[in-house]
């Protein structure tokens, strides 16, 4: 996958994001890792500045390749709030509405769902 961001979105990114997970809104003691909103796993996903966000290690090793809401509703300390922040920014780089970011998330998740009940047959 070509790598679509430059260093000065970084920048933005970091300053959007502070000094806190996006995902449980701790505050980071060693170095945030980058998360792919979409997982890489994902026919969707992109190196996208949109497709970034910064967040803490547990959290980035326990979303793996879930998708935002099954992971958002498998973990009680990943807030509505900080969804709305993750939506809230993704919509901002991928210059596209809240509505339109809300509606593909919850189709990724519906997707997921579904592949999840074949597998398990
Ligand atoms: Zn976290």
New binding site residues.
Partial sequence: MPIETDLQEFEVLFELCGDR??????EFTGTPTLDHVIPISHPNSTNHISNFQL??K???AGKRDKPLLAFYKDNP??QKANLDGVIKIYAYFAKKSIEEIEEMFQRDYEEWKKSKSVASI
């Avoid at 997970?21 to 701790?26: H, T, V």
């Fill in positions: 997970c996006a995902y449980c809104w701790d967040v803490c547990t959290c980035n300390r990943f």
